[in-house]
């Protein structure tokens, strides 16, 4: 699978958006962006996948560049709830999630 | 909707105890997996099981570590004898099929803490 590359932190002001930036280079034809966010002491939590088209959900959208080597997560209206660590993983279907360190986000007042 | 089941959330022993984590997937689902959570190694994947049998096991650090899964809606990961090293946080996630692009869906995890 195709790996990723985040920042290791961002910082983000309630209420406004938060786009979160991904670069998979080495993405194949067959590989889905995933992401998930993991709150402090939860499970991960899944959030949101595409393939090439833009896709938006109840908690975000993503969008993936036209050649898909890399993708952003928005966050619309950022709470303070939506403190986490933000990870984007590829991968083809079959294949394993495999979590790098993501993005530590944190939503201030 | 149920989501994935851990039990127990926490346990604390001494080294040298049998220690058992349990998982329920979601009803469903025929892929499950084992993940292990360190501050040094990040979430590692130690095993995984398709239709209840374990399909990657190259994950699981040593011997001492071993899984099952009886049936669709359990799964068990025992580490035997315990050591202090093995103090991790441990998910369990699963999905509707492993060749699926549906995403996994994760427990909260059980907090190990061996003495």
């Known amino acids: 699978d195709a790996k990723t590359t985040q920042p290791p932190s961002m910082d983000c002001a309630e209420g406004r958006a938060a786009n979160l930036p991904c670069n998979h280079s080495t993405i194949s034809g067959n590989e889905y962006v995933y992401w998930y966010r993991q709150i402090h002491s939860q499970g991960p939590q899944y959030i949101i996948h595409?393939?090439?088209n833009n896709e938006t959900n109840e908690m975000a959208s993503l969008i993936i560049t036209e050649d898909r080597k890399s993708s952003t997560l928005i966050l619309p209206h950022a709470t303070l709830r939506d403190t986490a660590v933000y990870y984007c993983?590829?991968?083809?279907?079959?294949?394993?999630?495999?979590f790098g360190g993501g993005t530590r986000v944190l939503v201030k007042p | 909707d149920a989501g994935v089941i851990q039990s127990p959330r926490h346990e604390v022993t001494e080294m040298g105890q049998e220690v058992t984590l349990r998982c329920k997937p979601i009803s469903g689902h025929n892929s499950l997996f084992w993940y292990r959570q360190t501050m040094m190694r990040g979430l590692e994947l130690l095993i995984y099981f398709n239709n209840n049998v374990p399909i990657d096991d190259s994950g699981m650090p040593e011997d001492r570590f071993s899984a099952k899964m009886p049936n669709a809606s359990f799964s068990t990961l025992k580490i035997q004898p315990s050591e202090p090293r093995d103090s991790a946080v441990y998910f369990c996630a699963s999905i509707t099929d492993r060749d699926s692009n549906q995403p996994q869906h994760f427990g909260d995890g059980t907090r190990l803490s061996i003495l």
């Open positions: 595409g393939l090439k």
């Open positions: 993983i590829v991968k083809s279907a079959g294949n394993k999630l495999t």
